[in-house]
């Protein structure tokens, strides 16, 4: 190490007590280099505390202590794990602290020591003690209270205090040979200080303005590196040149004479829209959002038959195979009756089933293609692929969304959603889309009541279905887990299923079940038996959650109802009121619930349903983003930090060779 003048390249192991074990401790979280190290931002920070002088030691926060060492012993464990316990003699009272795999602690301090702790307390079954906390000595003393301090989001196994001063040594290492790659008109534009001066100020800080000010600046690189993705990504697909699809006002209606109804104003208002869209030699990038219900499929059709009539295939992607299945039930019908040649391709087609079907894809003689991801596989060509429609693109994850639109490079793009996109992911995530939005749904469905149902009450609940069913209507039963041989406990499809089957006052009509463990083949058997009317009580998990159309199932029992959140009752309760017949929800559910559960019963409306979600559990669920791994904290900051990003995002639309730049300067990107 000696001799080598550090860069900024350079490794995290040029910084002093680093071996190979912390580099890769490090690197697990994305930190290989000393840069790396200067850009991490503390996630906040707070105080160096005033000294804690009465006994006992909290079991929480941020605590400091004085005192003489009673004692300090080093245990070793097996697998190279050890422990160092230091007793100290705070003025009349003990504390405790416990240094992991730490062991030169020992060799630290001897006892009698006068010294000084600080470190975060927890409570353990021995009672509370401070875990690695920082040592102050009288030559080395600890910075005085009121001293400020970054918290770092360290690697597991390794303490935030440990990252905090391997972060200032690097800082000291090379901080000031990072170069500020903005030009200072932006930086003024955003109020921001130059890099070398944030660096200095997010692992010193002097003030909280000016850690606020690093902090910000330091935001902006991930932001800036996302924006020149996107602008790059954009700039591909306008090079890329999609095919116009023309749609004449004279094949406009006809295409529209194949839907068996009349489009309603919010479906007419849209279909302008994506006709322009389509029209374009750029690729359209559109989200088609609305609420369950609000006829989002026919517009997908209308695209689809338009695509066709231009010589263009269509891939129409779901993320289920229920779902998959549904659609090509659906609008297999339309597109009979005009000739269009259609296939379902999931992953359990195979063998030479799925060779015939890529066999008449590549030779255009499918036109559209409905299916599971397995419809982007390898070995999967199109003739000539030119719309890519997503359905209930929120379920799938942000990666794969990625990966998906990538594959229809230079196709025109159509992406369906019931969840409203908030504006930072607007922005972000699917800053290079434009979004239409569907309000209303067509007119003529029933009202749908909805209703907790506790206590007594549960007991009328199935002679009450079996008077609807008497009456033609169909029965929804969810129930939130699948369950197994003998589980008897509520909320267990299985049992439920047995239960019903066996109760006389409704077995007369047919009771079948469905879940995610059924074969692919059996499941879409049984819906289809629930579909055709053959079956009045149809048991599920929320396998049904999406997507499922049967216009005269009136009813919806949901078991367990407080296990399921907000967002996901609203788009199960959207399997029923899709017919003209009154119809209900019934929840059946621990008070626990009793909040989301009068926000059901208040309101119909899916935005201000997802709104109050999105509220209750932050943004990332929402979006699918938590699946795939991003932090919550990262998003949360995203809205604070809107302008920041309004900014990178200005800068990567006006000028894209600087994005280009700057993306590479800036390194990893915050999100795929
Ligand atoms: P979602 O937006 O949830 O995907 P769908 O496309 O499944 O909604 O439509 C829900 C139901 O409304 C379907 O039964 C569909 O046939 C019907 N529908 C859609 N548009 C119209 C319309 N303009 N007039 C009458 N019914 C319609
Ligand atoms: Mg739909």
Redesign the pocket.
């Known amino acids: 190490m000696s001799g080598q003048i550090p860069t900024p390249k350079g490794s995290t192991t040029l910084v002093e007590g680093i071996g190979p074990a912390k580099a890769r401790l490090l690197s697990s979280v994305g930190l290989d280099t000393l840069e790396d190290l200067c850009l991490l931002t503390p996630t906040s920070i707070v105080e160096w505390p005033a000294q804690h002088t009465e006994g006992p030691l909290p079991s929480t926060g941020l605590v400091r202590v004085s005192g003489s060492v009673l004692a300090v012993k080093l245990v070793r464990m097996r697998g190279k794990q050890s422990r160092v316990v230091l007793r100290l003699d705070a003025g009349g009272w003990e504390a405790q602290a416990s240094f992991w795999n730490q062991p030169w602690v020992r060799d630290r301090c001897a006892v009698g020591d006068q010294i000084e702790l600080c470190g975060e307390a927890r409570s353990t079954s021995k009672g509370p003690e401070l875990l690695g906390p920082k040592i102050g000595t009288e030559r080395d003393p600890l910075p005085a209270p009121g001293v400020l301090m970054g918290t770092y989001l360290a690697p597991k196994g390794m303490s935030g205090h440990v990252l905090a001063g391997i972060c200032k040594q690097a800082v000291r290492l090379v901080g000031g040979q990072i170069k500020e790659p903005l030009p200072e008109n932006l930086l003024a534009a955003g109020d921001l200080p130059d890099l070398p001066t944030a660096i200095q100020a997010a692992h010193e800080p002097r003030s909280r303005v000016a850690f606020e000010a690093a902090r910000r600046r330091l935001a902006l690189i991930p932001l800036l590196a996302l924006q020149a993705q996107l602008a790059a990504r954009r700039a591909g697909a306008e090079e890329g040149g999609g095919r116009p699809v023309q749609v004449s006002s004279e094949l406009d209606r006809e295409l529209r004479s194949r839907l068996p ?4 104003p919010d ?1 007419q208002q849209a279909w302008k829209i994506l006709v322009r869209d389509l029209g374009r030699r750029t690729p359209m990038r559109r989200i088609l959002q ?1 609420d ?7 517009l997908a059709a209308l695209c689809s038959f338009a695509v066709v009539e231009g010589g263009g295939q269509v891939a129409f992607l779901v993320p289920t195979e229920v779902l998959a299945e549904q659609h090509h039930m659906g609008l297999a019908p339309l597109l009979d009756a005009v000739g269009i040649g259609h296939a379902l391709l999931t992953g359990r087609v195979r063998g030479e089933e799925r060779q015939q079907i890529l066999r008449r894809l590549a030779t255009g003689e499918v036109a559209v293609l409905f299916g599971t991801h397995a419809i982007f596989q390898k070995g999967v060509e199109f003739d000539c692929l030119d719309l890519v429609i997503i359905d209930e693109q929120q379920r799938f994850g942000v990666g794969q969304r990625s990966a998906l639109m990538d594959k229809g490079k230079g196709a025109h793009l159509l992406l369906m959603t ?1 969840t409203p996109i908030p504006r930072t992911l607007a922005l972000t995530v699917y800053g290079d889309l434009e979004v239409v939005t569907l309000r209303k749904g ?1 007119p003529g469905r029933g009202e749908v009541h909805t209703r907790w149902v506790r206590g007594a009450k549960t007991r009328s609940i199935i002679p009450w279905l079996a008077k609807r069913m008497e009456a033609g209507e169909q029965i929804y039963w969810v129930c939130p887990r699948i369950g197994s041989d003998g589980d008897d406990a509520p909320g267990a499809a299985e049992a439920r299923f047995s239960k019903l089957c066996d109760d006389e006052r409704v077995n007369g009509f047919g009771v079948e079940l469905v879940h995610g463990k059924v074969p692919a083949e059996e499941r879409s058997w049984r819906l289809e038996r629930f579909r055709r009317g053959d079956v009045g009580l149809l048991v599920a998990t929320t396998v049904i959650e999406v997507g499922v ?1 049967v ?1 005269s199932a009136t009813v919806m029992v949901i078991e367990q109802a407080d296990r399921l959140g907000l967002a996901q009752l609203h788009q199960l309760r ?1 399997r029923v009121g ?1 017919g003209p017949l009154e119809s209900w929800c019934l929840l059946v559910g621990a008070a626990a619930a009793e909040e989301r559960f009068s926000m059901l019963i208040q309101t119909r409306d899916g935005f201000e349903i997802a709104e109050e979600d999105l509220r209750r559990r932050g943004m990332g669920d929402l979006a699918g983003l938590r699946q795939a791994g991003n932090n919550q904290e990262g998003l949360d900051q995203l809205e604070r930090d809107l302008d920041l990003l309004l900014l990178a995002r200005e800068v990567c639309q006006t000028d894209l060779h600087l994005a280009r730049d700057l993306a590479m300067a800036c390194g990893p990107l915050l999100a795929p």
Not at 292 to 298: N, R, S, Y
């Open positions: 109804f009349q489009l309603t479906q609305g369950v219900g609000t006829g989002k499929t026919a019931a067509p159309d216009p959207g899709r």
